[in-house]
T-cell receptor
Framework: GNSVTQMEGPVTLSEEAFLTINCTYTATGYPSLFWYVQYPGEGLQLLLKATKADDKGSNKGFEATYRKETTSFHLEKGSVQVSDSAVYFCALQGGSEKLVFGKGTKLTVNP | DAGVTQSPTHLIKTRGQQVTLRCSPKSGHDTVSWYQQALGQGPQFIFQYYEEEERQRGNFPDRFSGHQFPNYSSELNVNALLLGDSALYLC????????????FGSGTRLTVV
């Protein structure tokens, strides 16, 4: 079945550092890929998405590119802020339409 | 425009009891999905409702059941609660084909003691 594997955290960075969170997937067909963010005590918010190979999703300075050849969708940001501290989930949506999530990566950004 | 509304926000139940969680979808959405998020884990799909019927189901026992009403709101029921049912329960709404993505509520934190 479909699955998502994310790098384990936690990840701790200083403000303005470069962020990469790795995500790889296994799926049949051509899924859509997502990054969701969860702030403490809250639900999930869609951060960005890509629906086909080579698409780049971007939002709030975060980017991820759908790489079919490596089945990856790594999240990057050039300069993180304290307010980016949260848990980040990679997810895919295949033909069955339900979302399949990774286990999440907790990011802490220190001033 | 209100997003997805879930109630209650927190709940404490005793093992063996039954619980009902509620969800009102985002205006214009007709499909509701439920997810269970255990502490430190990613959300796991429970089931999805469309046109008042369960359309898909994840790997959850029959103790988990649901309902969708004509106004598209939904309930999640869990019978014979176990300690392991303690989790954040998330409701997500969408249009039927979900081509515009899902909108999540803030969740109901269920603690079973």
């Amino acid at each position: 079945g479909n699955s998502v594997t994310q790098m384990e955290g936690p990840v701790t960075l200083s403000e303005e550092a470069f962020l990469t969170i790795n995500c790889t997937y296994t799926a049949t067909g051509y899924p859509s890929l997502f990054w969701y963010v969860q702030y403490p005590g809250e639900g999930l918010q869609l951060l960005l998405k890509a629906t086909k190979a080579d698409d780049k999703g971007s939002n709030k300075g975060f980017e991820a590119t759908y790489r079919k050849e490596t089945t990856s969708f790594h999240l990057e940001k050039g300069s993180v802020q304290v307010s980016d501290s949260a848990v980040y989930f990679c997810a895919l949506q295949g033909g069955s339409e339900k979302l399949v999530f990774g286990k999440g990566t907790k990011l802490t950004v220190n001033p | 425009d209100a997003g997805v509304t879930q109630s209650p926000t927190h709940l404490i139940k005793t093992r063996g009891q039954q619980v009902t969680l509620r969800c009102s979808p985002k205006s214009g959405h007709d499909t509701v999905s439920w997810y269970q998020q255990a502490l430190g884990q990613g959300p796991q799909f429970i089931f999805q409702y469309y046109e008042e019927e369960e359309r898909q189901r994840g790997n959850f026992p029959d103790r988990f059941s649901g309902h969708q009403f004509p106004n598209y709101s939904s309930e999640l029921n869990v019978n014979a609660l176990l300690l392991g049912d303690s989790a954040l329960y998330l409701c997500a709404s969408s249009l039927e084909a979900a081509e515009y993505g899902y909108t999540f509520g803030s969740g109901t934190r269920l603690t079973v003691v």
